[in-house]
Every structure is written in structure tokens, then in C-alpha cells.
């Protein structure tokens, strides 16, 4: 009798333990890599989880995962402003495994450990880097594949990923960037460079590149409108000047043939 | 062996009067509407000409038709990759002055014009842009040899002729022409097919006719540059392209083609041929003087018990078989050779065919005559009318109509062929002439007969389908059977009460 009380609380327990520990290897894959192995976070880019107050409701960290934040948010006295890139690929059964597993986390720590060494970037391999002169070492396609930052690049760079030029300053400095680029959260770009990822030196490379240019004065984006005006216009004309020459020299049928000798 | 069924249509020229008749009743059929004006489907081309479009056989300029090279059967108009360059930019497309720019007359005209001294007229106005123009073209402006010689001398199967030949072509006393008249040839490897770009042209498994989907088509225009025959028009108000139907559904009823059944000159046989479209390749790949015998080679015997068990493996109703055995298509074209494919060198193996005309009289020997009397103007042969016929014969190659001339059009300039037709309908001509009106034959005349190859019989035959065919005789067309391909999706008998109500799908430009 009393074992089988006891045997459906016992399965609750299993399961969220199970749930638990689930709920760690899923934060392994899809949190980690911004908000750190122990959910530390970085101090003035990404904030903690552990021991942040907020993760103990749940319905607010399975919004948070699946439909990600943006904006103002002070944890701990520290003011951050990034984005959090939503994730639906995480069904909420999984977000609702990694706010569990968070929950646990608060309690025991406390105290997040200082964020690990970094390593120093090179700006200069980081513009290399983000033009393609310098091939990624694990061949992903270059940053102005996608992205822009203005004033670099005569035409500017694509504009299927965001605007990088304050980049810097949306996802958490150098450091921040830094872990994102070697795990990035965004779909597209952790599909594009899904199996080719970036090295850590390439990423505080480029994050180091990055953080330069949002401290320069960034060109208007006009300029660009203009300059790919220009451009156009230009292959415009050239294409235009080639289909009249073929015209011109396409031979004569005798329909024009006849009329320009009656004419005469 | 892979047996198909065929309607083609014959052409003999030796009949055509060039009343036009046949294009006036495709015109009102067909293309009478916006955007059609320009198109004349069936088209009748006073040749030595220029024809419609002026100058189609031109392929350096109009790239129609397909080119064989080092194995290789490509498209003369562009290879794969060249087409995509082209989607937007085709120098090789006819630009309507090609055709002509059609115009009707301001009629109201010759009611509304204020009084004055003259006769009012009507003005010339262009059907497309409804302006005041004056015509400087017409898809027959050179008919009969009429508005300029520049049209005749620049016939472009005029070459190879002898200079001295082509020079008494047009002179007062050697003038000579001919009528062809053209409607798409519904090929076997039809260029128009194999250019489109969106594969919205297609051939019908049952009777060959070759058609434009025009749901699907995205007016690229490939199939009218590709057409050798440049028998694929624009329409520029519905935005798609159009061509000869073959008449379909006429066919379908039963009826002859609008434009044979009204000819004036009884000039057009409508029949089934079996083809193994198995051979099709091969029959497209061999050098030019040989294109003839390669397609005649594929039309198969509808007699063969071989063929008639393939064509039953195939699906082919025994009606269709019965109407391929009667086929006057088949008897001009297979068994008496009399008859040819128009431009055979373009390679898309057109399914109508042609029996060339005989030519008038015999001036080129009257010509010869004159010189060695060293005299001026003309002089007639001094022999009698009766015998002259005997003399064309003998010098067929100093035929006033150019022998060269007709294997230019029909052979790949293989005069071999052409000779022996010409030779078979001439000693059928003098049998039946001296029949008729000498009320004999005599040993002469058989005598060529033996030489052209001919039996009695067989001469018989000939004179009674060229001359004196009854309407069935003229076109045996097969039961088509829509009852059974009706009966797929709707009930037969309540299909043909509503048939040719209303539009299914309006042509809509985009579409
Ligand atoms: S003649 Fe007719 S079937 Fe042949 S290529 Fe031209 S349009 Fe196509
Ligand atoms: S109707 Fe017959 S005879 Fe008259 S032009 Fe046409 S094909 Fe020739």
C-alpha cells in the first residue's frame, strides 16, 4: 500500500532530476556560449543567470529563450542593453528544462566567477578578416558577406545580417563579441557557418575590429545610396551601349534591305 | 519501332491559282482579332519572291532551324547558355517591318469629308497604332512579281543558278512563277518545340499538330526566332505567341482544315502517315542531300502487317490505320515520290508536303532557237503544240522554271529527286493529253511513260487524284474519337452540347 503512494512521487523526482540534468546539457548547447559554462555572464555585456533573481520564474525565462529580449535590464546593480536573439528551434518542453536547471543554479552560486582571460584581438587581421582578404581558417564565409559596417568597403558590405558599425556596443564589447562570433545565437548565421566555425583568435580578432570601428565617426548610409546610383547608372549605360551595337551590327534583313534601296 | 500518327496536308503546286482564298479563310477564322492582325497563318508567296516575312528563308539573319555539325544537332538560334544571355535581348527576332505594319481604311471617310471637287477616299490607317500611314509592305506586296524586281532577285534559292538563267527569269518573254502556299509544317523536330524556354509548346501524340500552351507561355519569343519557317507569331495585345492549329478542331470533327477546304484550285489532300518516332534523331542527323530519303524513310507502310501490330501495340485505333492505308498523303509522298518537304536542310523534318509544279512552256528552247537563227524577239518552236510537251521532257534541266530553282526548295538543291517527279507528272500529262484529245496514245508516249518509271495503272491513279478527286478522296480524315477522350472528366453527350461556349481561361498578359 504504501509503496505504491510513494511510486508516482518517486517518478516526479526521477523526472526532474532527469529534467535537470537535460536541462544542463541543453543550456550547454544553447546558452554557454554567451552567457558563459557557469552562467556568469559578462560583467557590463551579457548578464549572469546564476544568482539572477530573474531566473526564477519560469514562464519568463521560456519567453525569454524562445522570443528573445531586447533593451535596458539591470541585474545585480549592472546596467545591460543588448539583444537576446529569439531561439524557436527550442521547443518549450527544452526551455522549460533550462529554466529548471537555472533555478538550481541560483541558489548555490551565489557569487559568479570573474569572467575568463581574454584573448587580446588584433584589429588589423579583424578588418582582414571581415573584407575576406584573409581567408577564415575553418572556411566560413567573410563577415561583409552579410553584414555592412559603415565606412568600410567602397559599396558597403551586404545587408542580410545587421548593420555591424555599433555592434560593439549592442552585444556586450569586445568580450561579448568575442564568445558570440565563436558560438553565434543568431539562426542564420549559426546555419552559415554550422562546421566551418571561427577560431578564438579569429573571433577577438574581429572583435577587437569591431569594437574599433564603433568608436569611429560612422560615414551617413546615403553615401552608399549614392555611390550604388553611380554604379548602376554606369552598368546601366554600358549595357545599354552593348545591346545597341549588337543591333547595329546584326545584319540587315531584306525587309530594311529593299525599303533603303526604294528609298534611294 | 515506335509508330505515331500524322495529319499532314499536301500541296500540289501545279494546281494553286494563288487566288489567296486559303488565307482569307484562315484569316477569318483565326487571327482576326487584336493583335493578330499581322499574322497570316497560311500565307500564299508568289516565288521567285521574297515571301512572308520578307526574306524568312534568310537563317544568317533569322537563326530558324537547326544546324548539323561534327555529330551535333544544335539549334541555329542560340546553344543553352547563349539563350539565357538572350531572354531579354534576341537580335534574331523579326521586327514587324519584317511582316508589315497591317492597316486598314479610315472608312468613315468617304461619308464625313466636306464637299469638294474630288472624290473622297479613304485613308490608310495602321491597325496597331491607329495612325495615318501610308503602306510601304503587305505579306504579298510582291504577288504576281508585282511592286519591285528587288523581291524576285533576292529569292535566296536563286542560288547556284546559272547568271544567264536567273537574268531570262525575269525577262518580258521568260517570265515565270510559281505560288507557294505556306502553313506551319507541324515537324517532327520542330525548332519552335525545342526553343521554348518555358516547354510551352508541344506536339500531339495523336495527330502531330503542334501547339502553344498558352497558359504557360511567358512571351520569350524563342519558338519565333527558332521556327526555320518563321510560322510562330506574337500577339502583342495578349502577350503570347500563337500559330497555325492545323485546324484542330475541325479535325476533330471531321472537317478538312479551313483553308483546304475552301481552296479554289483544289490544291490540298489531307491525310494520316505513320512515322516511327523512334527514328526521328537519326533522320534529322544525315548531310543535306540525303534529308529527304532519311524522313521518306521513317513514314512507314500502313500495308507492313508489322506496322499495323506495332501501331496496335501503340494504342492506335483501327480507324486511324484504315485512314493511313487510303491516305492520298502517302501515295504522292511514298509511292509515287512525286511530292517533298519544304526546305528539307532546316532539319526539323516539316510533316506537309509539296509536289512541285511543271513548268509552262518551253521558252528557254524557243531561246536557244532564237540565237541560232541570230534573230531578234521571239520565235516559237516550230514544231506542233502536241509535241512540245515531248520536247520539255526531253530538256527538263532547260525547264523555264528552273530545275536548280525547285531542288532549292524542296530537296536541299538535290536535283536527282526533283527530276524524276517532274518526269513521272509530265508523261502522265501527255497519256491523258493525247487520251483526251487525240483519242489515242501513241508509242511515244508510252514510251516515255516506261522511261519516267510509270505503269499504266499507276499513270491512271495519279491523273485521277490530281485531277478529278472527290472530297473524300481529297481528305481522309480519321475518327478522332473525343467521345473516349471526353469521357475521362465529363459526360460526352453534355461536352459536345456546350463545346466552344465561353472561355475557360481568358489569355491573360503575365499569365
Ligand atoms: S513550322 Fe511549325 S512546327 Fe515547324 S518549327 Fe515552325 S512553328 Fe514549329
Ligand atoms: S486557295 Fe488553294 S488555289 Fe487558292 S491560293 Fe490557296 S492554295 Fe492556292
Known amino acids: 500500500m504504501k509503496g505504491k503512494r510513494f511510486f508516482p512521487l518517486a517518478l516526479l523526482l526521477a523526472l526532474s532530476v532527469a529534467l535537470a540534468q537535460d536541462g544542463k546539457a541543453l543550456y550547454g548547447q544553447y546558452c554557454a556560449a554567451c552567457h558563459g559554462p557557469e552562467a556568469q555572464g559578462i560583467p557590463g555585456a551579457i548578464p549572469p543567470l546564476a544568482g539572477n533573481p530573474r531566473v526564477q520564474e519560469e514562464a519568463y525565462v521560456v519567453k525569454a529563450v524562445r522570443e528573445g529580449i531586447s533593451g535596458p535590464l539591470e541585474v545585480g546593480g549592472v546596467s545591460y542593453s543588448g539583444v537576446m536573439p529569439p531561439m524557436p528551434q527550442v521547443s518549450e518542453a527544452q526551455a522549460r528544462a533550462i529554466a529548471q536547471y537555472l533555478k538550481g543554479l541560483s541558489g548555490a552560486q551565489a557569487e559568479a566567477p570573474a569572467p575568463a582571460p581574454q584573448v587580446q584581438g588584433d584589429p588589423a587581421l579583424g578588418r582582414a578578416l571581415y573584407l575576406g582578404q584573409k581567408a577564415l581558417q575553418n572556411g566560413g564565409a567573410p563577415c561583409q558577406a552579410c553584414h555592412t559596417v559603415a565606412g568600410v568597403g567602397f559599396l558597403g558590405g551586404g545587408s542580410l545580417g545587421r548593420d555591424l558599425t555599433d555592434a560593439a556596443k549592442r552585444l556586450g564589447g569586445e568580450a561579448g563579441l568575442s564568445a558570440l562570433l565563436q558560438n553565434p545565437a543568431f539562426p542564420v548565421m549559426r546555419e552559415a557557418y554550422k562546421g566551418r566555425p571561427l577560431t578564438e583568435a579569429e573571433a577577438a580578432a574581429l572583435a577587437a575590429f569591431l569594437v574599433q570601428v564603433s568608436n569611429e565617426v560612422p560615414r551617413p548610409a546615403s553615401l552608399y545610396l549614392g555611390r550604388y546610383l553611380v554604379a548602376g547608372m554606369v552598368f546601366l549605360s554600358i549595357l545599354l551601349l552593348y545591346q545597341a551595337i549588337l543591333w547595329q551590327l546584326r545584319p540587315k534583313s531584306l525587309a530594311e534591305r529593299i525599303q533603303s534601296q526604294l528609298r534611294r | 519501332m515506335k509508330v505515331r500518327t500524322h495529319m499532314s496536308m499536301l500541296f ?249 477546304h475552301s481552296c479554289v484550285g483544289r490544291i490540298r489532300y489531307m491525310g494520316v502517315l505513320l512515322y516511327d518516332a523512334d527514328r526521328i534523331p537519326e533522320a534529322a542527323m544525315v548531310p543535306d542531300d540525303q534529308l529527304v530519303e532519311s524522313q521518306l524513310g521513317i513514314i512507314l507502310d500502313p500495308f507492313d502487317p508489322e506496322v499495323i501490330a506495332a501501331a496496335k501495340a501503340e494504342g492506335i485505333d483501327d480507324g486511324w490505320i484504315k485512314a493511313a492505308q487510303n491516305s492520298p498523303i502517302y501515295k504522292f509522298v511514298k509511292v509515287w515520290r512525286l511530292a517533298f518537304p519544304l526546305h528539307p536542310e532546316y532539319r526539323t523534318l516539316a510533316m506537309m508536303f509539296y509536289v512541285p509544279p511543271l513548268s509552262p512552256v518551253v521558252s528557254t528552247l524557243e531561246k536557244a532557237l532564237r540565237a541560232s537563227q541570230g534573230k531578234e524577239g521571239l520565235v516559237r518552236l516550230d514544231i506542233p503544240e502536241t509535241d512540245l510537251d515531248f520536247e520539255v521532257y526531253e530538256s527538263l534541266e532547260r525547264a523555264r522554271m528552273p530545275v536548280k530553282y525547285l531542288a532549292n526548295l524542296f530537296t536541299a538543291g538535290n536535283e536527282s529527286l526533283v527530276v ?84 475557360i481561361q481568358p489569355p491573360l498578359r503575365g499569365e
Open chain 2, 12 to 260: 500540289h503546286l501545279d494546281k494553286c491559282i494563288g487566288c489567296h482564298t486559303c488565307s482569307i479563310a484562315c484569316k477569318n477564322i483565326w487571327t482576326d482579332r487584336k493583335g493578330a492582325e499581322y499574322m497570316w497563318w497560311n500565307n500564299v508567296e508568289t516565288r521567285p519572291g521574297a515571301g512572308y516575312p520578307t526574306g524568312w528563308e534568310d537563317q544568317d539573319r533569322f537563326k530558324g532551324g537547326w544546324e548539323y555539325k561534327d555529330g551535333h544537332l544544335d539549334l541555329r538560334l542560340h546553344s543553352r547558355t547563349q539563350g539565357l544571355f538572350r531572354l531579354f535581348f534576341n537580335p534574331a527576332l523579326p521586327s514587324i517591318d519584317d511582316y508589315y505594319d497591317p492597316y486598314t481604311f479610315r472608312y468613315s471617310d468617304l461619308f464625313t469629308s466636306p464637299e469638294g471637287e474630288d472624290q473622297p477616299t479613304a485613308v490608310p490607317v495602321s491597325m496597331i497604332t491607329g495612325e495615318v500611314m501610308t503602306p510601304a509592305s503587305g505579306p504579298n506586296w510582291d504577288d504576281d512579281l508585282g511592286g519591285s524586281p528587288l523581291y524576285a532577285q533576292n529569292d535566296p534559292n536563286l542560288k547556284g543558278l546559272d547568271p544567264g538563267v536567273r537574268a531570262q527569269l525575269s525577262e518580258i518573254e521568260g517570265v515565270v512563277f510559281q505560288y507557294l502556299p505556306r502553313i506551319c509544317n507541324h515537324c517532327l523536330n520542330p525548332g519552335c518545340v525545342a526553343a521554348c524556354p518555358t516547354g510551352a509548346i508541344y506536339k500531339r501524340a495523336e495527330d502531330g499538330v503542334v501547339l502553344v500552351n498558352e497558359n504557360k507561355c511567358k512571351a520569350w519569343r524563342m519558338c519565333v526566332a527558332a521556327c526555320p519557317y518563321k510560322k510562330v507569331y506574337y500577339n502583342w495585345a495578349t502577350g503570347k505567341s500563337e500559330k497555325c492549329i492545323l485546324c484542330f478542331p475541325r479535325l476533330e470533327t471531321g472537317q478538312a482544315p479551313a483553308c483546304a
Open chain 2, 420 to 503: 524524276p517527279a517532274l518526269k513521272k507528272m509530265l508523261a502522265v500529262r501527255i497519256l491523258k493529253r493525247q487520251e483526251s484529245l487525240e483519242g489515242g496514245v501513241t508509242e511515244k508516249a508510252l514510251r516515255v511513260l516506261q522511261d519516267a518509271g510509270l505503269t499504266l495503272e499507276e499513270a491512271e491513279a495519279i491523273y485521277r487524284l490530281t485531277t478529278l478527286p472527290t472530297l473524300e478522296e481529297r481528305f481522309v480524315l480519321p475518327p478522332y474519337h473525343r467521345e473516349m477522350a471526353a469521357e475521362v472528366w465529363k459526360d460526352p453527350l453534355a461536352h459536345k452540347g456546350e463545346t466552344g461556349f465561353g472561355y
